[in-house]
């Protein structure tokens, strides 16, 4: 088990530019894949980028490619999501898991789990 905690939400209008950062407890995340997801009350949560730590491998949802840049700090334990021309409909408490068995859209293939961060794209 992995804890992490989010931090880097907030109010940004849109076109603008907010970066959310994940930061992991363990002794290594080498066997791990870090995801992003996002949740509006009322909605399924979503997947939105995830990263395998050993090999950078990388995906992306098609709602956030190219806009959207997940990245990883092996010195700070840390994952990052650089959000770029964010939109309205990017609003959403944004969530970062872990997961020791690849990548996945699910987020039952998740086990660790971040408490949230809230990000909030104005007009």
């Known amino acids: 088990q992995v804890q992490l905690v989010e931090s880097g939400g907030g109010l940004v209008q849109a076109g603008g530019s907010l970066r959310l950062s994940c930061a992991a407890s363990?002794?290594?995340?080498?066997?791990?894949?870090m995801g992003w997801f996002r949740q509006i009350p009322g909605k399924e949560r979503e997947f939105v980028a995830d990263?395998?730590?050993?090999?950078?491998?990388?995906f992306y949802s098609e709602s956030v490619k190219g806009r959207f840049t997940i990245s990883r700090d092996n010195a700070k334990n840390t994952v990052y999501l650089q959000m770029n021309s964010l939109k309205p409909e990017d609003t959403a408490v944004y969530y970062c898991?872990?997961?020791?068995?690849?990548?996945?859209?699910?987020?039952?293939?998740?086990?660790?789990w971040g408490q949230g961060t809230q990000v909030t794209v104005s007009s």
């Open positions: 898991a872990a997961s020791r068995t690849g990548h996945s859209t699910t987020p039952g293939n998740f086990g660790s």
């Open positions: 363990g002794r290594t995340l080498s066997s791990y894949t």
């Open positions: 990263i395998s730590w050993s090999y950078g491998i990388i």
